[in-house]
């Protein structure tokens, strides 16, 4: 959600049951304007909060002028003083795998995991047992670029890319129709594509390159991992990934109001695999 509207992007978003209390509120919007200024970004969001045993990290990203340049990620432990967050990598994910269960709270806090490492010494070679040593940091960093790729959301329109590449924000957006707000395929990742760039020529046929340029929603895998749901009389539409619970998109047809927040543990629903050679079981986030 966008900083200079959190406000009321709170109060659209506050039917999943999660907000903040008044201080915090007021601390974010301080805080907040003053990020935006110093490190110069073009848009400041409110990502969300992850719960922790000990403390909860409150997370903003700053975005440039290209809407799907990297965006810088930082978070807060009292929503005054925020501190910059490294870029994710595949190193990065590969590593904090194998940490489960809830975060702590505590950046500097270390994991501890055991893995077999093998070792040539001479002719011999043989496994022994080696303590890594993960950081909470480098975990939220993880987490935080996987939630990202997975359900991060933009309505259709609100982005539009120029023929020169860069991707803005679409200032004559004036919002979905109630119609294509109950539709999923309305709604984007908010991303660099990945499943367009497989699309025949024929399917990009009645696409509009300046606004159909992100992948749709209606194709994510498992079927069926977002909730639709219209409130306050069809005042207002609400999208719950039950892929990341805590995740919320929301919208007000007919109106430029929307964004998306996650307030939740940071640990998403098991996934069956597909296709799943242990017989069904559910292993992604065993």
Known sequence: MDADSLLLSLELASGSGQGLSPDRRA???????????????????????????????????????????????????????????????????????????????????????????????GDKVFEEEVVVQIKEETRLVSIIDQID?????????????????????????????????????????????????NKTLLEKADLDPSLDFLDSLEHDIPKGSWSVQMERGNALVVLRSLLWPGLTF??????????????????GSPQPCAPCSSGGLYCRWA
């Open 149 to 197: 790729k997975e359900v991060a959301v933009v309505p259709r329109g609100v982005l539009f890319k120029t023929p020169f590449g860069p991707v803005h924000v679409n200032r004559t957006f004036e919002g979905l129709s109630l119609s294509e707000a109950k539709k999923l395929s309305s709604y984007f990742h908010f991303r660099e594509p990945v499943e367009l760039k």
């Open 27 to 121: 601390s974010l919007l301080t805080s907040l304007t003053l990020v935006k200024r110093d490190y110069r970004y073009d848009r400041v969001l409110f990502w969300g909060r992850i719960f922790g045993l000990v403390a909860d990290y409150y997370i903003a990203q700053g975005l440039s002028e290209d809407q799907l340049a990297p965006r810088k990620t930082l978070y807060s432990l009292n929503c005054v003083e925020w501190s910059l967050l490294p870029p994710a990598t595949e190193e990065m994910a590969a590593q904090t795998a194998v940490v489960k269960g809830r975060f702590l709270g505590d950046p500097s806090h270390e994991y501890e995991h055991t893995e077999l490492q093998t070792v040539n010494d």
């Open 250 to 267: 929301y919208h007000a047809p007919r109106t430029k109001n929307c964004g998306y927040v996650y307030m939740g543990t940071g640990v």
